[in-house]
Each structure stands twice: as structure tokens, then as C-alpha cells.
């Protein structure tokens, strides 16, 4: 068993496996990482959550699916929703990487205030749930891009969102590199 594990938790509307958390995988694979996905039990259910049930059901979810985190190089990745498990890094004392967090989200962000551990913010500035000047006050890692919205796609032709795509990519690297495992 791998000393490091990265654990992807997804957003509400697509899996682990969708292209921004499958590529911060990927990445944390290539640097030795066992990497465990959650899926959902319901997939129907997120769509239906008030916003104060999303934190307890998104941990409840998590802890289902990764039990203990024993690996001593752990590592949480998680898409919007998935953001909801900022209680467990700040628990924890684990580095995470947030992709479109829920900045609009108390139980977001009293989270990310507690978190002794770093953290990388990616996020777009046509998204509702993104605040720039937040982001910055709670972390030095972060990676905004202009025009994106919830799903970092840009505006004009889908190249130019691939593109965003490879900035995400380039970015986990960096923070894993550097930061989390230097």
C-alpha cells in the first residue's frame, strides 16, 4: 500500500471520473498516490439537497466510502459539492485541492478557516459560487480564471476551455510538487 492516497470527491452533477477531477487523479497517481474515488450512493439525491443538508450528507458520503484516513501522505480533491469535506481536511489536518468550491457555502468556508493544512482554490470568475477576494484571503494557492464559469468552460470556442483544463492540470502538479509532496 502506497504511503500516499488522494481521495477525488465529486461535485453534484458528474462523477469522479469527470475530466477536472480525473485529471487531478491522474496526477496524484503519477506521483505514487492510491487513489480512491467516491461515487454518490444516490446520484439523483444531490439535486435535491438544501443547502444546510449538503455538509453532513457530503461527509456522511465520504466517511462511507473512506473509512479512516491512515495513508500518512493523504490528500483530498474534491469538485463544488465535494467542497463540503473541508471539515475533514480541517479535522484532520489534510492538504487539499478544491476545484469550483462553494465560496457562498458557511460551512464551506469556516472550514477552509480552520484548515492548518494548505490548500489550492480553482475557480472561474463568472461563477456564482466563486469570490475572488475570498479565495485570497483564505489561501495563497489559488488559480482563478477569468471568464470561467461553474464548469470552467470560457467563453468562445470548446479549444479554449480544453485549455483551461490543461491550466487546472499544470497547476495540481505544481501544488503537489511544491507543496504537498515537495
Do not use: C
Amino acid at each position: 500500500m502506497s504511503a500516499r492516497e488522494a481521495i477525488l470527491v465529486p461535485g453534484g452533477q458528474f462523477g469522479p471520473t469527470a475530466p477536472l477531477l480525473m485529471y487531478a487523479g491522474d496526477a496524484a497517481e503519477r506521483r505514487g498516490a492510491e487513489v480512491t474515488r467516491v461515487w454518490w450512493d444516490d446520484y439523483d439525491r444531490p439535486l435535491t439537497l438544501r443547502p444546510k443538508e449538503r455538509g453532513p450528507w457530503v461527509l456522511e458520503q465520504v466517511q462511507r466510502a473512506v473509512p479512516s484516513f491512515d495513508a500518512p501522505e493523504t490528500l483530498l480533491i474534491g469538485k463544488s459539492l465535494g467542497s463540503h469535506a473541508a471539515t475533514l481536511t480541517a479535522d484532520h489536518h489534510l492538504p487539499a485541492i478544491w476545484l469550483t468550491p462553494v465560496l457562498t457555502s458557511d460551512w464551506v468556508v469556516r472550514a477552509l478557516r480552520r484548515a492548518t493544512a494548505p490548500f489550492l482554490l480553482v475557480g472561474g470568475t463568472a461563477d456564482p459560487l466563486w469570490n475572488s477576494t475570498l479565495a485570497h484571503d483564505l489561501t495563497d494557492h489559488v488559480l482563478e480564471i477569468d471568464g470561467a464559469d461553474h464548469g470552467l468552460y470560457v467563453p468562445g470556442p470548446l479549444a479554449a476551455s480544453t485549455a483551461v483544463l490543461g491550466q487546472v492540470a499544470t497547476a495540481t502538479e505544481d501544488f503537489l510538487d511544491k507543496i504537498v509532496w515537495p
